[in-house]
C-alpha cells in the first residue's frame, strides 16, 4: 500500500505518494523526473546515486523512500544556484572532468560535501572525498584536476 511523504527536495516541499520500501533513488527519477541521479550498481557501491539527505552524503539506491518523512534532500538539480553553476560544476566543464555522465552527478556531490567540510584539501584527502565514487571511463585525474580547480575558485 502506497503512503505519503513530505519531504523537501532542491528547496521545494514536495508530497510523495509511493510504496515504503521503494528505493529514493526510483522516486526521485520517475515521480520527479529528477534524472540527474543516476543509477550505476543498484547496491551503493559506485555512488552514482549520490545525493545529500540533511546535509549528509548518501546513496540514494539504499534508501527506502519512507525515511525520508521530514527530510531536507538535495540531488544534483540543486547544486546550482539558478542558471549560476557551483564552482564544483563550473571545474568539471573546464578540466574536463566529465566523461560519459554516469559518474559525474555523484563525483561532484562528493567534491561538493568534501570541499563545504575542508575548502583547500590536499591531494590525498581529494581522494579519500571522492573515494565512494567510481568511474569506469578515465584514470580520475580529469576528475581530480577539477577538484583543484574548484578550490582555487
Known sequence: MKIDIHCNVN???ILLHAYPMERLLDVLREQLHLTGTK???????CGACSIFINGEIVN???????????????????VANGEQLHAVQQAFIECGGAQCGICTPGMVLAAVNLLERNPNPSEAEIRTGLAGNLCRCTGYM???ASV??????
Open 60 to 78: 540514494s539506491c539504499l534508501v527506502p523512500v519512507a525515511q525520508v518523512e521530514g527530510a531536507e534532500i538535495k540531488t544534483i538539480e540543486g
Open 142 to 144: 580529469k576528475i581530480f
Open 11 to 13: 528547496e521545494e516541499t
Open 148 to 153: 583543484v580547480r574548484a578550490c582555487q575558485k
Open 39 to 45: 543509477e550505476g550498481c543498484g547496491e551503493g557501491e
